[in-house]
């Protein structure tokens, strides 16, 4: 029997599946949309732009179809080696897929860099549907909100617009119904209980990463990248080390803190949060080490996991 039948025994004749990437600048809640469609998460969520590093895969599965959501960095003009890698592999993800979402913050008007944004996704789009998904309905005052719509509806030419939050979920259920619609007739690629091509250790790393970015400043959450080390599980104790690597000194006396404050607050809420997805107990063990300018040095960025090959 092939794998084709395993996964594919007994799915209804119109069964659907595609791939979606969802695009958009950072920070307007691509990953916080992701997480609420899979109902888990699959990408951490901060309120700092360019949390999302690399190109994370959401799987939704149903007896209708299933939906590959492609959750991409934010695209944004890149300063660095690494802000060049992930506007790349944002840009690498258009390709194949059978639609694009393209997120808008409704809660502001377009700027400049929204106006880009959307010329770049008209470049890059090909014959490929665009979706415009207007999120933080949920933020402006009902007079701006209208007023918002328009300005960021009249950007790009789209096959649809929906306004929802994904924070609270309004408006979601309908524009996923949409989006089901929309997807070919196919099979179901991946098992039913499968959520995303990540494994455990990259998990674990991107979740102490979370940790960092939402109790430092300025530019140590961009100058961080995790690895995990080891993780070994023994009757359902999760024993996890990982290194924090930073780009000077100064930095990592920051994420070490005064007597080791801050690196055991980060260590306290990450294990906290493993050990509810792990559904078992964690020993975490943290170290911080300077890895100079890591972020412009392409050697060490692929010593570091972010590698454009992979993406392809
Ligand atoms: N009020 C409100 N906040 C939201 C909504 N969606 C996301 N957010 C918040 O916006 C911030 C950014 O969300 P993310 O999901 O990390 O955004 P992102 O687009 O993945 O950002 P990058 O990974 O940096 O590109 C977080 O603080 C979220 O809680 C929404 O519908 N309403
Ligand atoms: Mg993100």
Redesign the pocket.
Known sequence: MSLDDVFNDSLPEDHRSGVVVVA????????????RLIGQKI???????????RRQLGIFTSERGQILFI????L?APQHRLGEYMVKTAETAFRDSDLILL?L?V?AKPEAGDRHLAETVARLRGDTPVVLVL?????PAPETLAENVEAHKALIPHDQAFL?????G?GVDEMFAYIMEQMPHGPRYYPADQTSDMNMRFIAAEVVREKIMLNTEQEIPYSVAVEVDGFTEKENVNAISATIYVERDTQKGIIIGKGGEMIKRIGSQARAELEEMLDGKVFLELHVKVLRNWRSDENLMKRLGYRIKDED
Do not use: E, F, M, W
């Open positions: 958009g600048r950072p920070n307007v809640g691509k990953s916080t949309l992701i997480n990408a951490i969520v901060s309120p700092k732009p360019q949390t999302t590093r959750d991409t960095p934010g944004h997120l913050d809660s999120n933080k309905a949920d933020l929802i939050s994904a924070l609270n309004t």
